[in-house]
C-alpha cells in the first residue's frame, strides 16, 4: 500500500513558476517509479512527466518538456515537480501516481496509487 500526498499548487501568472511536491508513506519509495498527470475541466487526464526509481531516467510530454523538471529524493520519500515559465494552458489539477509494472508510461492505467490532486491555476 501507497499513500501519496501533493503539494504546492495555487495562483501564479503566467511566465512564473510553481514547485509541486508528492510526499510517499507506505512501501520503500525507491521501489517504484513515478508520474505526474495532469486533468483539466472537461478533459481526459494527460500524462506530463515520468521518472525512474533512481532518478536517472525521465521522460516528458512534449507539451511541458523543457519548462518543467521532474525529480525525486528517496531519502526524504518525495517527488518533484518543477514547473517554469508556467502558461494558462497548465492549468490543471495534477496528481502524482506510482507503478511497479510495465507498460508505457504515459498510460495512467498503468499506475497503481494516486494521491488526492493539487490545482494549478495560471493566469493571463
Known amino acids: 500500500q501507497v499513500e501519496l500526498v501533493e503539494s504546492g499548487g495555487g495562483l501564479v501568472q503566467a511566465g512564473g513558476s510553481l514547485r509541486l511536491s508528492c510526499a510517499a508513506s507506505g512501501r520503500t519509495f525507491s521501489s517504484y517509479t513515478m508520474g505526474w498527470f495532469r486533468q483539466a475541466p472537461g478533459k481526459e487526464r494527460e500524462f506530463v512527466a515520468f521518472?525512474?526509481?533512481?532518478?536517472?531516467?525521465?521522460d516528458y510530454a512534449d507539451s511541458v518538456k523543457g519548462r518543467f523538471t521532474i525529480s525525486r529524493d528517496n531519502a526524504k520519500n518525495t517527488g518533484y515537480l518543477q514547473m517554469n515559465s508556467l502558461k494558462p494552458e497548465d492549468t490543471a489539477v495534477y496528481y502524482c501516481?506510482?507503478?511497479?509494472?510495465?507498460?508505457?508510461?504515459?498510460?495512467?492505467?498503468?499506475?497503481?496509487?494516486w494521491g488526492q490532486g493539487t490545482q494549478v491555476t495560471v493566469s493571463s
Open positions: 521518472i525512474g526509481k533512481s532518478g536517472s531516467t525521465t
Open positions: 501516481a506510482a507503478r511497479w509494472s510495465g507498460g508505457s508510461v504515459n498510460n495512467p492505467k498503468n499506475y497503481a496509487y
